[in-house]
């Protein structure tokens, strides 16, 4: 499943690969507002799954 950044701003969709890198900035607006589905808006990285920490009792 591979949703793609849309700007808020004008609603540009990048169709460029961007699981690797994401855009920064809109190249059709130059808007920062990019909606990232799959990453959280200022979050640096992907977050951590919870460990499930063995419990020694
Ligand atoms: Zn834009």
Do not use: Q
């Not at 969709?13 to 690797?20: A, C």
């Not at 977050?47 to 920490?53: A, I, P």
């Amino acid at each position: 499943m591979m949703e793609k950044p849309t700007c808020i701003d004008c609603g540009y969709e990048f169709r460029h690969r961007t699981r690797l890198k994401r855009p920064s900035r809109c190249p059709h607006c130059r808007s920062e507002a990019i909606t990232y589905p799959r990453f959280s808006i200022g979050e640096k990285g992907v977050k951590k799954k919870k460990r499930n920490s063995t419990l020694s009792s």
